[in-house]
């Protein structure tokens, strides 16, 4: 069943603020803002409603989202960035039936689905198997109509030869991170992009 997002009618100002963030990142000139405030005083909230009216105004945007967690964050440096390549991944099932993303969100992220394939496999092999399920990946892809054969054919490929990398040689944190930088880099160029981290403290 999906759930509604909330109504949300406070927040003008901040709402103001962010759109004219969003519309300097547009133009190329790309930031990192922290949005600050007391435990319970709407942070989550205010994010969620940017979202929802950006994509609704800019239909190439878009809003990927990171949730850290007091339970798992401080002993999962990847969480955030899990849930970020996850979502931009295509699963969107669950976060859309939870309530967490709209149908609309959950559409743009499914239509951008070839060219994060894409990125991967040019900027972040060693991607596959730890920041997301390659198995999964595949399952995705397989049923997306914008995969075209070949780009199909190289991600099966691409998950073969990770499988077969010893562990000896993976990657250490330094270089993951710059992988997923540079996949980020490349949707970029494709679509504007809005990364949401929340829960940043954990």
């Known amino acids: 069943m999906q759930v509604e997002p909330p109504l949300f009618f406070a927040r003008q100002q901040e709402l103001g603020l962010l759109d004219t963030i969003l ?16 435990p319970g005083s709407g942070k989550t909230a205010l994010l969620a409603a940017f979202s929802r009216r950006a994509m609704q105004a800019n239909p190439e945007l878009v809003v990927a989202w990171g949730q850290c967690s007091a339970f798992t964050g401080q ?9 970020i390549l996850r979502m931009l991944a295509g699963e969107v099932e669950i976060p859309v039936s939870a309530g967490i993303i709209t149908p609309l ?24 198997n730890r920041f997301l399920s390659s198995k999964d990946l595949l399952s995705l892809a397989r049923l997306h109509p914008g995969i075209q054969p070949h780009l199909y054919k190289r991600l099966q490929a691409g998950v073969k030869q990770d499988a077969g990398q010893p562990a000896q040689a993976r990657p250490q944190q330094a270089a993951l991170f710059e992988q997923f930088t ?9 679509h504007p992009l809005v990364l949401v981290v929340d829960d940043l403290q954990w």
């Open 182 to 190: 540079r996949v980020l880099c490349r949707l970029a160029q494709h």
């Open 75 to 83: 002993g999962d440096p990847y969480f955030p960035f899990l849930n």
């Open 23 to 38: 519309d300097t990142a547009i133009r190329g000139q790309g930031r990192v803002y922290f949005v600050t405030g007391e």
């Open 105 to 128: 969100h959950a559409r743009r992220l499914w239509a951008s689905l070839p060219e994060t394939v894409e990125a991967l496999l040019e900027q972040g092999q060693d991607l596959f």
